[in-house]
């Protein structure tokens, strides 16, 4: 599977979550385990957790997709380290997941929407690469992200539409 096509899985929960009346952003982590040694791939790659956003349903301010989904993969593989592992976000993690993939060791971040107000892997910070960490992580931004930002923008239009007809 491709980049795209992980996304494609992220936008899924992304649209369950707006069913929800959440923001919808989903999430997504791959496993791919391989020797670090020789580089080689030890097993296919899997997808290993799937989350979208909470934080209204579960009153939860953590309630992040992303920081949903890293926990269920640390359950997962029965670890807090998760080496191997490729998140893959709707839109570009906040200050909070920024650090939680850190914590976590993930190999890589994939986000399709920039978050120009909240981004911490390139808009505002860039924690996966600041240089006073002990542990850098690649990232690649802009996967599918018009369709990311689109899911976003329609979510908050329809919002901003009922409240403007219950003041009326």
């Known amino acids: 599977m491709t980049?795209?096509?992980?996304?494609?899985?992220?936008?899924?929960?992304?649209?369950?979550a707006a069913e929800y009346g959440e923001v919808p952003i989903g999430a997504v982590v791959?496993?791919?385990?391989?020797?670090?040694?020789?580089r080689r791939a030890l097993a296919e790659p899997r997808v290993i957790a799937r989350a979208r956003n909470c934080r209204e349903t579960d009153r939860d301010p953590s309630g992040h997709a992303e920081f949903k989904?890293?926990?269920?993969?640390?359950?997962e593989l029965d670890a807090w380290r998760l080496s191997g592992c490729t998140?893959?976000?709707?839109?570009?993690?906040?200050?909070?997941?920024?650090?939680l993939m850190h914590?976590?060791?993930?190999?890589?971040c994939v986000f399709g929407a920039a978050d120009p107000k909240a981004g911490a892997l390139g808009s505002l910070y860039?924690?996966?690469?600041?240089?006073?960490?002990?542990?850098?992580?690649e990232v690649a931004s802009g996967v599918l992200g018009e369709e990311c930002a689109e899911?976003?923008?329609?979510?908050f239009a329809e919002r901003r539409g009922k409240r403007g007809r219950q003041r009326d």
């Open 103 to 108: 914590q976590a060791r993930i190999d890589r």
């Open 87 to 99: 998140v893959y976000v709707t839109l570009e993690p906040c200050i909070m997941c920024a650090g």
């Open 69 to 75: 989904a890293l926990l269920a993969a640390a359950r």
């Open 151 to 155: 899911l976003l923008t329609g979510f």
């Open 30 to 38: 791959v496993y791919a385990p391989i020797d670090k040694g020789t």
């Open 126 to 137: 860039r924690v996966n690469a600041d240089e006073r960490l002990n542990h850098n992580f």
């Open 3 to 16: 980049d795209e096509d992980y996304m494609r899985l992220a936008i899924e929960e992304a649209r369950k």
